[in-house]
């Protein structure tokens, strides 16, 4: 069964950091372009940042461009998201999203809390 699990949120200062984790399991990792999503109370999801399958190609959102790095690691079935310089306004759930052209849907994670608060 295909899964995704998040990880390493929490509060955090106005200029802190924190690093997102999502493991992986019941699919081919490797095979996938992942990416990171965010969703605000009260606002829709949005995409923070992309990686394709074999890590060459790299997105993200202006909002968080110069402050967020998304990595992977096929080998260990993960994708991270490191945020620096944190502000108030990145406080959300982030999801992790599995994504494959012609094959199945992965489930959503249940997500991981990120506060940014003084």
């Known amino acids: 069964q295909a899964q995704l699990v998040e990880s390493g949120g929490g509060l955090v200062q106005p200029g802190g950091s924190l690093r997102l984790s999502c493991a992986a399991s019941?699919?081919?990792?490797?095979?996938?372009?992942m990416s990171w999503y965010r969703q605000a109370r009260g606002k829709e999801r949005e995409l923070v940042a992309v990686i394709s399958s074999g890590g060459l190609t790299i997105n993200y959102a202006d909002s968080v461009k110069g402050r967020f790095v998304i990595a992977r690691d096929n080998a260990k079935n993960a994708v991270f998201l490191q945020m620096n310089s944190l502000k108030v306004e990145d406080t959300a759930v982030y999801y992790c999203?599995?994504?494959?052209?012609?094959?199945?849907?992965?489930?959503w994670g249940q997500g991981t809390q990120v506060t940014v608060s003084p």
């Open positions: 019941g699919f081919t990792f490797s095979a996938y372009t």
């Open positions: 999203k599995a994504d494959r052209r012609g094959y199945e849907t992965i489930p």
